[in-house]
């Protein structure tokens, strides 16, 4: 099991940790370092700071919103980024949710979004290839344009850069499970949002057909402290966000998922608590347990041991979001 960093995204403004977090990561062997994006830092311009200031480290996006861009930009913020790396890059897509494609971005969301993501894919795999111009004749993607309004002048393109990586890695941050069934078909790798290294039959079904090579890469919150209770709760205040705000009562994609790891009535409540505006409530309402089955935190000896959970699995990646350079190099010491 290979470690990535998870830097996440800025909150007011940029993080003065992360690029150090990132060297060192680098140097302590990490395989990869990751930033993300929500409705204010964007994913790739972080990246390529990065980028510029390590050598060996593998550079993703976890992820990146497709309601940001088309995927043709997408496409080339990766093959731009591949290049100025010396082939680093790994793409990570993620649909977002009805809230933030409507609300951030002012555009619908997709009725139909395995149709939508399959797309999106299809015309980033194209344009990575390169072996002829871009063409889909696509619901929510198609290339070239001839809606209503087209003026009937669109016309096939490919690259005007050969990219440097045809098979540049593509990822999903997926959660609902034909979501994550597609997943294994059309992408390189998985990124889950919560994984439990305890309910690894959920995911069974929907990876028996992974192919050679598939990464299963979940994030995890990390931390070495003596005080598990204390250490849990940036875990417990990210759960309350995510699962009371980041969506609308009646559609929560991570409220939906925390409820088929078997706490639907916990999640609800930490729902109804955020959105009636008692987020402190709403934070103390996520279980310990749940927060703890899904996090790396304690003392160094209690992180060893779960661990050993996290490596007999599927998962081939673990990306850690940790706040101080100890507690990735105690990650890096323990997984070998």
């Not at 395989?31 to 204010?40: L, P």
């Not at 795999?125 to 004749?137: E, F, G, K, N, T």
């Not at 993607?141 to 098979?167: E, S």
């Not at 304690?298 to 599927?314: D, Q, S, T, V």
């Amino acid at each position: 099991m290979r470690l990535g960093l998870a830097l996440g995204y800025w909150g007011r403004g940029p993080d003065p940790r992360h690029l150090e977090l990132a060297r060192q990561a680098e140097r302590f062997g990490y395989h990869s370092v990751w930033t993300a994006e929500s409705w204010g830092s964007d994913v790739f311009t972080p990246l390529t700071w990065i980028a510029a200031h390590t050598t060996r480290v593998k550079l993703g996006t976890a992820i990146a919103q497709m309601a940001a861009r088309t995927p043709t930009a997408t496409a080339m913020h990766a093959l731009t980024l591949d290049h100025l790396s010396g082939g680093r890059m790994m793409l990570g897509l993620g649909l977002s949710g009805p809230q933030v494609v409507e609300g951030w971005y002012g555009r619908p969301f997709p009725k139909s979004p395995l149709t939508a993501t399959r797309e999106y894919v299809e015309v980033i795999r194209q344009v990575l290839r390169r072996q002829a111009p871009v063409r889909l004749d696509g619901r929510f993607h198609p290339h070239p344009y001839t809606g209503p309004d087209a003026t009937g002048l669109g016309k096939p393109l490919k690259p005007i850069v050969h990219p440097l990586r045809p098979d540049l890695p593509v990822l999903l941050g997926a959660e609902g499970p034909k979501n994550i069934a597609q997943t294994v078909r059309i992408a390189d790798g998985w990124l889950p949002l919560y994984w439990s290294p305890g309910r690894t039959e959920l995911y069974e079904a929907a990876l028996a057909d992974a192919p050679e090579g598939f990464m299963v890469a979940p994030m995890a919150q990390a931390r070495v402290c003596t005080d598990v209770a204390e250490g849990l709760l940036p875990v417990k205040a990210m759960l309350g966000f995510y699962i009371g705000g980041m969506g609308h009562a009646a559609r929560n994609f991570h409220a939906d998922l925390m409820g088929r790891m078997g706490y639907e009535a916990e999640a609800r409540r930490v729902q109804e608590l955020f959105l009636a505006g008692r987020r402190t409530e709403a934070v103390q309402a996520v279980p310990d347990a749940f927060a703890d089955e899904i996090s790396l935190v304690g003392p160094r000896e209690r992180i060893a041991e779960r661990l050993e959970l996290w490596r007999k699995g599927p998962v081939t990646d673990l990306l850690v979001t940790a706040p101080d350079p100890e507690t990735l190099r105690t990650l890096a010491d323990l997984n070998g």
